[in-house]
């Protein structure tokens, strides 16, 4: 028998019915080789695994390597779930933006928090956004043959000078070339620009936006959101908040821009954060102004999403529930201007008293006001008035997969130190009104329909 002493890919799940639990697979045993290749990441894996036959190598967990031989449809899926998409290791940010969130975090919460990533793997995979500052030449040469696209890219800026000040960086950071490369190689490009008053604000970017849409339709999108800032910002540059007018003149401007884009293009183009409206108090753009939501998660048009989702199933709406409720929703303060209009139509449901809890961020400070970034602690503290009731709560708030808040504290502690009882919500209409229909002893009928209402 031979025992296995080489470091392979460690298997994290095999998922039931597959061609690899068919083989015995399991949790623990690592991957060597497909087709006699070590893959270096997931593409890797998924490009060598594509093939109608493939051998692949296995050391099971009690160390004894085995062979598999398998023939199957081109493209289908063996079942193999990884607990890392990148084998070899993370790249990690090199640079030190000076509106880095990471860095503006206290000490003491979870290792993973603190994890800086800047590659291009995970922005292929994942969305994640990179500034291309760390490619290697044999990364840009992967990229344009794989044709790994889309790409998520953090620009900010496209003044080499300024973005390389952006970056932290003692050097300027071009970008155009880059990004040039890629599109005349068809890879389709999402920007961020992350908004900084007096830096990368105003004419500045009105230039990077009108030089990134020269390559549109490869630069897909241009995402702007605001600079968050935290109470930990000690040592680092100074940076400020956008006013209430300034975010009135941006939209203003910017709508603009996603007007000639639209006739001349036929998309908007660029895209401002949700909060920048709730900020200058104005409605989301329209639903068709978004193109299908290039960056929701970025942020953007999670609000008008929200709305959408809410008048498609407004029309089934119960009546009344079966038993008497009274919930609080328990959501950040832009959380609550979102959902004040569809809980004050909720609350024409008989028997359901809906009330909408703004709790104030005091973990990251106030300056920071998007319901994701609400901890455990600012929950807890929120809740102290409402002992003994029933709360609803966004599973946003939660780390993906997990009862697990930002600082650490779970669903259950939290129950704990409140008193209260937790429901778990998705951020979506139809959730919120399935979960509100379960407690009050009835069944939402969630079939679509079509509506002319607004929310």
């Given at each position: 028998?031979?025992?296995?002493?080489?470091?392979?890919?460690?298997?994290?799940?095999?998922?039931?019915?597959?061609?690899?639990?068919?083989?015995?697979?399991?949790?623990?045993?690592?991957?060597?080789?497909?087709?006699?290749?070590?893959?270096?990441?997931?593409?890797?894996?998924?490009?060598?695994?594509?093939?109608?036959?493939?051998?692949?190598?296995?050391?099971?967990?009690?160390?004894?390597?085995?062979?598999?031989?398998?023939?199957?449809?081109?493209?289908?899926?063996?079942?193999?779930?990884?607990?890392?998409?990148?084998?070899?290791?993370?790249?990690?940010?090199?640079?030190?933006?000076?509106?880095?969130?990471?860095?503006?975090?206290?000490?003491?919460?979870?290792?993973?928090?603190?994890?800086?990533?800047?590659?291009?793997?995970?922005?292929?995979?994942?969305?994640?956004?990179?500034t291309l500052t760390n490619l290697k030449?044999?990364?840009?040469?992967?990229?344009?043959?794989?044709?790994?696209?889309?790409?998520?890219?953090?620009?900010?800026?496209?003044?080499?000078?300024?973005?390389?000040?952006?970056?932290?960086?003692?050097?300027?950071?071009?970008?155009?070339?880059?990004i040039s490369l890629f599109a005349s190689?068809?890879?389709?490009?999402?920007?961020?620009?992350?908004?900084?008053?007096?830096?990368?604000?105003?004419?500045?970017?009105?230039?990077?936006?009108?030089?990134?849409?020269?390559?549109?339709?490869?630069?897909?999108?241009?995402?702007?959101?605001?600079?968050?800032?935290?109470?930990?910002?000690?040592?680092?540059?100074?940076?400020?908040?956008?006013?209430?007018?300034?975010?009135?003149?941006?939209?203003?401007?910017?709508?603009?821009?996603?007007?000639?884009?639209?006739?001349?293009?036929?998309?908007?183009?660029?895209?401002?954060?949700?909060?920048?409206?709730?900020?200058?108090?104005?409605?989301?753009?329209?639903?068709?102004?978004?193109?299908?939501?290039?960056?929701?998660?970025?942020?953007?048009?999670?609000?008008?999403?929200?709305?959408?989702?809410?008048?498609?199933?407004?029309?089934?709406?119960?009546?009344?529930?079966?038993?008497?409720?009274?919930?609080?929703?328990?959501?950040?303060?832009?959380?609550?201007?979102?959902?004040?209009?569809?809980?004050?139509?909720?609350?024409?449901?008989?028997?359901?008293?809906?009330?909408?809890?703004?709790?104030?961020?005091?973990?990251?400070?106030?300056?920071?006001?998007?319901?994701?970034?609400?901890?455990?602690?600012?929950?807890?503290?929120?809740?102290?008035?409402?002992?003994?009731?029933?709360?609803?709560?966004?599973?946003?708030?939660?780390?993906?997969?997990?009862?697990?808040?930002?600082?650490?504290?779970?669903?259950?502690?939290?129950?704990?130190?409140?008193?209260?009882?937790?429901?778990?919500?998705?951020?979506?209409?139809?959730?919120?009104?399935?979960?509100?229909?379960?407690?009050?002893?009835?069944?939402?009928?969630?079939?679509?329909?079509?509506?002319?209402?607004?929310?």
């Amino acid at each position: 028998m031979k025992l296995c002493k080489q470091h392979g890919v460690l298997i994290d799940r095999v998922i039931p019915g597959s061609p690899a639990a068919e083989l015995g697979l399991q949790r623990g045993d690592l991957l060597l080789s497909v087709n006699g290749i070590r893959p270096k990441d997931l593409i890797a894996y998924r490009y060598l695994t594509a093939e109608e036959q493939v051998t692949l190598k296995v050391c099971e967990k009690g160390g004894r390597v085995v062979s598999h031989k398998i023939i199957k449809g081109c493209d289908a899926d063996l079942g193999i779930v990884f607990q890392d998409d990148c084998f070899d290791g993370i790249r990690h940010c090199r640079n030190k933006c000076v509106f880095c969130f990471v860095d503006q975090m206290p000490t003491g919460l979870r290792p993973t928090l603190y994890e800086k990533d800047d590659d291009y793997r995970l922005s292929f995979l994942h969305g994640n956004f990179i500034t291309l500052t760390n490619l290697k030449e044999s990364d840009i040469a992967r990229i344009l043959s794989m044709k790994l696209s889309p790409l998520y890219i953090s620009v900010h800026a496209t003044s080499p000078v300024l973005r390389g000040r952006m970056l932290g960086l003692k050097k300027a950071a071009p970008v155009l070339d880059l990004i040039s490369l890629f599109a005349s190689a068809g890879i389709t490009m999402h920007i961020q620009v992350v908004l900084c008053p007096d830096w990368n604000d105003r004419d500045v970017l009105e230039q990077t936006v009108c030089q990134l849409a020269a390559f549109w339709p490869q630069v897909a999108s241009v995402g702007v959101v605001p600079v968050g800032l935290t109470k930990y910002r000690r040592h680092l540059p100074k940076l400020r908040s956008i006013t209430r007018s300034e975010c009135s003149n941006l939209i203003d401007r910017v709508s603009g821009w996603q007007k000639y884009y639209r006739r001349v293009n036929g998309v908007s183009f660029v895209y401002l954060a949700d909060e920048f409206y709730l900020k200058a108090g104005l409605p989301f753009p329209l639903l068709d102004e978004y193109d299908g939501f290039p960056q929701l998660e970025n942020g953007i048009g999670l609000g008008r999403l929200f709305y959408e989702d809410f008048r498609r199933i407004r029309s089934r709406l119960p009546k009344k529930l079966r038993v008497k409720r009274q919930l609080f929703l328990a959501t950040s303060h832009s959380g609550a201007q979102v959902l004040s209009p569809v809980v004050h139509r909720l609350n024409f449901i008989k028997n359901l008293k809906l009330k909408t809890l703004s709790i104030s961020n005091t973990f990251f400070g106030p300056r920071i006001t998007v319901t994701g970034l609400l901890t455990g602690r600012d929950l807890t503290r929120g809740l102290k008035g409402v002992r003994g009731e029933e709360i609803l709560i966004p599973r946003i708030m939660l780390r993906q997969d997990t009862p697990i808040f930002l600082d650490g504290l779970t669903v259950n502690e939290v129950e704990e130190r409140s008193g209260c009882c937790l429901y778990l919500v998705e951020p979506n209409s139809t959730a919120l009104v399935e979960t509100i229909c379960m407690l009050g002893g009835i069944t939402f009928e969630k079939a679509d329909c079509s509506s002319s209402g607004k929310a």
